[in-house]
């Protein structure tokens, strides 16, 4: 054995088992020879899965009997699912004829071990010949139940739907693909309960400090299990391992710290409820129409928008956030606020107040010192048994630019069906304004930011539901990774985050060209938005300034090749922020037409 490993992350309410030597035995009667670490949980009578960590070689045959060993490494341990990384079996210059004989192989494996197989593969394209990537499903009687290619590798591909494990709707999600609702969480809405993601990522996408950020958010928001299986270091591209199981409130259940090859055993409850976050987002007047019309796209629905339809153009480029920590006293308020404007600001984010008897004092403020403040207030009814919220951005003129219910208070979202009302112009910069647990909201960002926003504002409740700092760094990562410049304030802390050139960043990655780490940033990572600064425990402010681009380059360099998603993310923009579209599309029409006004 390559060595055993243990890495636990979750207070569970049973009792775990080791039993290697149990598992070394049953591997020496089968005539094994171990090539994986092993980690075992053994968590009741759970669903079991194992997910195998492991290097590509470059040969087909090695991959594939390494596959087959593992398989039965892994259902000799009580393994029901055993689960390998993106482009497990491939190899160079390989024909189908030997994928064909090299999937039989496996399907045979998986009949006579009895569990389910999921596997990411090389899939020839029968007329191109070109290798691209894939992830099929393989039940306990050796057939194929599931089989989507990867769409940035095939644009044009089908929509993946979901798949049945004893009984249990699941999806699956192949590495990049993970940016495309139309994969990632399209098939959650379609009832799927845990979601696979098969990835072969680059050492760069492991960012320490950010941790699971891909895979934390997605299990909180949609409310389901989420099983990440990713290669360690290749022979082609350095891995960086760190499979993992994610519960569905977001907890770390079993985890490889690095990228080493092994077998990561982990047991899922499947009395744990799942999907009700989900849910709630399809049930939503507004954002449910957004999903309703997704999930009609596998009925072959066409999603149309005007021809014309533009993304808001701004001539400003210069922004300077602000954004304050803590709960405020009405001094404080007045401090902060006066330093702020000292340095420039023109947003300050201010967290949520505990009432709303500092909202005049912020509307003089605002007015004295020319400058914008978003933040959010409570008023908790004298039984205690309601909470009213409302989320607000006061302009330079004192005047209210946004003030609204929380989108979760639907009992309250009396106005237009659609979300305008979370839109404000900052200097003739568009930006949306969020609060509590409407980070976890990333479809509505989304849209957004393919209407045009280029600024993100967040402003936190005293006590947020998953106030764990980790979790909250890696929702905001999320969160802040559609081409906006962003600025979240929170009693526990206050952040500003950028992502205005995230696809120059990728690149340098993906071509092999060498990316310092910048000094102006407190956390760089290439593949999602960068942390420019945070409160530390001596501050109480903190301030960034950032040049932006005439428009949100997000759906161009994100969307715009994949004719689903594309369609379906314009037809969204254009009903839930038919506001900001329409004055973006005017404004295009007046440019064309030589009439802009200067």
């Given at each position: ?30 005539g094994l ?19 195998v ?31 390998f ?9 390989v024909?189908?004829a ?15 071990r009895?569990v389910y ?10 007329q ?22 990867k ?30 609702r139309t994969v ?13 993601e ?11 400090e ?8 997605r ?17 082609n ?24 090859q ?31 019309a ?6 072959g ?13 701004t ?9 304050a ?10 401090r902060?606020?006066t330093?702020a404007?000292r ?10 107040l505990?009432?709303r008897?500092?909202i005049?004092?912020?509307q003089r ?15 908790t009814?004298?039984s205690h ?13 004192g005047?209210?630019l946004?003030?609204?219910p929380?989108?979760s208070?639907?009992?309250r979202?009396t106005?237009?069906?659609?979300l305008?009302?979370i839109?404000f ?8 304004l ?10 509505v ?37 559609y ?18 050139n ?24 290439p ?6 600064a ?24 994100r969307?715009a ?6 369609s379906w ?30």
């Amino acid at each position: 054995m390559l060595g055993t490993t243990f890495h636990h992350n979750r207070d569970l309410s049973v009792t775990l088992t080791i039993r290697f030597s149990v598992l070394r035995m049953i591997c020496l009667l089968v005539g094994l020879s171990p090539l994986y670490g092993i980690s075992e949980y053994l968590i009741g009578e759970e669903l079991r899965i194992a997910i195998v960590q492991r290097s590509i070689a470059p040969q087909l045959a090695a991959n594939r009997e390494a596959m087959i060993q593992a398989i039965d490494q892994a259902a000799g341990g009580g393994a029901r699912v055993v689960v390998f990384p993106e482009g497990s079996l491939s190899g160079n210059s390989v024909t189908s004829a030997e994928l064909l004989e090299a999937r039989r192989d496996l399907a045979q494996a998986a009949r006579r071990r009895a569990v389910y197989l999921i596997y990411g593969e090389i899939d020839l394209d029968q007329q191109t010949k070109n290798a691209r990537q894939a992830l099929t499903v393989i039940d306990p009687h050796g057939q194929q139940i599931y089989h989507y290619v990867k769409h940035y590798d095939q644009p044009t591909a089908n929509l993946p739907g979901t798949f049945l494990i004893d009984g249990i709707p699941c999806a699956g999600i192949i590495c990049a693909d993970r940016w495309l609702r139309t994969v990632e969480e399209l098939p959650i809405q379609r009832g799927a309960r845990i979601s696979f993601e098969l990835s072969a990522n680059y050492s760069q996408e492991w960012v320490g400090e950010l941790g699971w950020y891909w895979y934390v958010p997605r299990a909180i928001r949609n409310g389901c299990w989420v099983v990440f299986a990713n290669s360690a270091e290749n022979a082609n591209t350095p891995g960086h391992g760190h499979s993992a199981l994610i519960a569905p409130d977001g907890t770390l259940v079993a985890s490889f710290p690095d990228n080493r090859q092994a077998i990561l055993w982990a047991g899922i409850d499947l009395d744990e409820p799942t999907g009700e976050a989900a849910a709630a987002r399809l049930r939503h007047p507004v954002v449910g129409r957004f999903w309703k019309a997704g999930l009609e796209l596998y009925q072959g629905r066409k999603l149309l928008t005007t021809s014309d339809f533009s993304t808001y153009t701004t001539t400003r480029r210069g922004v300077v956030l602000g954004a304050a920590s803590a709960v405020l006293s009405e001094q404080q308020i007045e401090r902060v606020v006066t330093q702020a404007a000292r340095r420039g600001v023109q947003l300050l984010a201010l967290p949520t107040l505990a009432s709303r008897d500092h909202i005049a004092q912020l509307q003089r403020l605002a007015r004295e010192h020319r400058l914008a403040i978003a933040s959010a207030a409570t008023l908790t009814s004298a039984s205690h048994t309601t909470t009213d919220s409302e989320v607000f951005l006061i302009g330079s003129e004192g005047d209210f630019l946004v003030r609204r219910p929380l989108m979760s208070q639907v009992d309250r979202w009396t106005f237009e069906p659609s979300l305008d009302k979370i839109v404000f112009v900052l200097d003739g910069v568009p930006g949306i304004l969020l609060a509590g647990e409407e980070i976890q909201w990333a479809e509505v960002i989304e849209l957004a930011a393919v209407a045009g926003a280029q600024l993100l504002v967040h402003v936190d409740d005293p006590q947020p539901a998953h106030d764990r700092q980790s979790v909250r760094l890696q929702q905001q990562a999320v969160a802040a990774s559609y081409g906006m410049f962003s600025v979240f304030a929170g009693a526990t802390g206050a952040t500003i985050w950028e992502d205005l050139n995230s696809r120059q960043e990728r690149r340098a990655v993906i071509n092999g060209m060498f990316s310092p780490r910048r000094d102006d940033l407190e956390i760089y990572s290439p593949f999602s938005a960068n942390l420019i600064a945070r409160v530390r425990p001596t501050e109480t402010l903190i301030v960034a300034r950032r040049e932006l681009a005439p428009t949100n380059g997000y759906f161009q360099d994100r969307v715009a090749r994949f004719p689903e998603l594309a369609s379906w993310l314009r037809w969204g923009a254009a009903e839930l922020f038919p506001g900001m579209v329409s004055r973006a599309t005017k404004s295009g029409r007046e440019k064309k037409s030589g009439r802009e006004k200067q």
